[in-house]
């Protein structure tokens, strides 16, 4: 190659270092067939032949020019002869520019393949993106976006309630019917007729959103634990951050995927349509297994249903405590009465 063909008579001295440890030793620099040399100065030793294509000029623009035999070596030359670091810089581009075209090239076509794929996911198979999507989202980003979802029903006319004595019997209550990692929210819509239908919701983040308007109906806390543990086991076979997703659209979808972020818009007139959304059927086997394992009889919650429904004379009828009574009360009527007057 011209290149070196020039420089092939070329030496010069420097400073090596074996490692950043070692005491640098003056050592004479030499070309040969697309490598470097270098020799001990005294011993006219060789002490280690570098790759020109491979050398990484360390400190690019100042003198004394430092330069690596690679990226993970550990050796060091230091340089200040100005022909022999012009040399250097040469012949390396002789050397690598065809190699830097490949290289090229090879990121174009996997960069254009990869932007083939994406467009792919997110166009054509957007179900795909939301469900794996949702897989991958953290516990501490879901818990965001369930407030996100918390606030835009906040913005719709769905107020929090936070009476002290009702929140205290709240926390009785979710630590009998709820998993220790849940949280109950309960929000009023008085005076909003839209939401008058709404009982439980559940959202990202295990947040169980119930309507203070249904516990003032009710005439029992065990009634109430049913609409929760049918919430539950709805939220078991269906992830409540994939609807949000699917509201979101496509490119917020994959901002979240891709940045770990969701615009702050993104949930915005999800909440209404949650709350007003039909509930979907759940299994009454199912149900009544969680109704066992909570201890609680789930006669008050089939009462509540009415007596249409076929779940809740399934219900009836195979009342686990029918015959004998649970241990022990799902909350006292004192905090029952509290929980009832949360948002006076």
């Given at each position: 190659m011209?290149?070196?063909?020039?420089?092939?008579?070329?030496?010069?001295s420097g400073l090596?270092?074996?490692?950043i440890?070692d005491?640098?030793?003056?050592v004479?620099?030499k070309?040969?067939?697309?490598?470097?040399i270098?020799?001990?100065?005294r011993?006219?030793k060789v002490?280690?032949?570098?790759?020109?294509p491979?050398i990484?000029h360390?400190?690019p623009?100042?003198?004394?020019?430092?330069y690596?035999?690679?990226?993970?070596?550990?050796?060091?030359?230091?340089?200040e002869?100005e022909?022999?670091i012009e040399?250097?810089s040469?012949?390396h581009?002789a050397?690598?520019?065809?190699q830097?075209?490949?290289t090229r090239?090879?990121?174009?076509v996997?960069?254009?393949?990869?932007a083939?794929?994406?467009?792919a996911?997110?166009?054509?198979?957007?179900?795909?993106l939301y469900?794996?999507?949702?897989?991958?989202v953290?516990s501490?980003?879901?818990a965001?976006?369930?407030?996100?979802?918390?606030?835009?029903?906040?913005?719709?006319?769905?107020t929090?309630?936070?009476?002290p004595?009702?929140?205290?019997?709240l926390t009785?209550?979710?630590?009998?019917?709820l998993p220790?990692a849940?949280r109950?929210v309960?929000v009023?819509?008085?005076?909003?007729e839209?939401?008058a239908?709404?009982?439980?919701?559940?959202l990202?983040?295990r947040?169980?959103?119930?309507?203070?308007?249904l516990?003032?109906?009710?005439?029992?806390?065990a009634?109430l634990?049913?609409?929760?543990?049918a919430?539950?086991?709805?939220?078991?076979?269906?992830?409540?951050l994939?609807p949000?997703?699917?509201?979101?659209?496509?490119?917020a979808t994959?901002?979240?995927?891709t940045?770990?972020?969701l615009?702050?818009d993104?949930?915005?007139?999800?909440?209404?349509a949650?709350?007003?959304r039909?509930?979907?059927?759940i299994?009454?086997d199912?149900?009544?297994?969680?109704?066992?394992q909570?201890?609680?009889?789930?006669?008050?919650?089939?009462?509540a249903?009415?007596?249409?429904?076929e779940?809740?004379?399934v219900?009836?009828?195979?009342?686990?405590?029918?015959q004998?009574?649970?241990?022990r009360p799902v909350?006292?009527?004192?905090?029952?009465?509290?929980?009832?007057?949360?948002c006076d």
């Amino acid at each position: 190659m011209t290149a070196i063909t020039k420089y092939e008579r070329l030496e010069g001295s420097g400073l090596w270092s074996g490692s950043i440890q070692d005491q640098r030793r003056d050592v004479t620099v030499k070309f040969g067939d697309a490598t470097l040399i270098i020799l001990d100065s005294r011993a006219d030793k060789v002490l280690s032949h570098w790759s020109l294509p491979a050398i990484i000029h360390l400190n690019p623009g100042e003198m004394p020019g430092l330069y690596s035999p690679g990226d993970d070596a550990s050796e060091v030359l230091e340089l200040e002869d100005e022909t022999l670091i012009e040399a250097i810089s040469t012949i390396h581009a002789a050397l690598t520019t065809p190699q830097s075209w490949q290289t090229r090239a090879r990121r174009l076509v996997l960069g254009g393949s990869l932007a083939l794929l994406v467009l792919a996911v997110v166009f054509l198979l957007p179900g795909q993106l939301y469900q794996h999507t949702a897989s991958v989202v953290p516990s501490a980003k879901r818990a965001q976006i369930g407030q996100m979802v918390l606030d835009d029903l906040g913005r719709a006319g769905l107020t929090q309630c936070r009476n002290p004595q009702g929140a205290a019997a709240l926390t009785q209550l979710q630590a009998r019917v709820l998993p220790a990692a849940q949280r109950m929210v309960v929000v009023s819509g008085a005076g909003t007729e839209r939401f008058a239908a709404f009982q439980t919701a559940h959202l990202p983040g295990r947040i169980v959103v119930v309507n203070a308007a249904l516990i003032q109906q009710l005439d029992s806390p065990a009634a109430l634990a049913g609409f929760l543990l049918a919430e539950g086991l709805r939220t078991a076979q269906h992830d409540p951050l994939l609807p949000v997703l699917r509201h979101a659209g496509v490119r917020a979808t994959f901002r979240l995927l891709t940045t770990g972020d969701l615009p702050a818009d993104a949930a915005a007139g999800y909440g209404p349509a949650l709350v007003q959304r039909p509930k979907t059927a759940i299994d009454a086997d199912a149900l009544l297994l969680r109704f066992e394992q909570a201890e609680i009889s789930s006669q008050d919650y089939a009462s509540a249903l009415g007596g249409g429904p076929e779940l809740a004379r399934v219900l009836t009828e195979r009342d686990p405590f029918a015959q004998t009574p649970a241990s022990r009360p799902v909350m006292t009527d004192g905090a029952w009465v509290s929980l009832q007057g949360i948002c006076d």
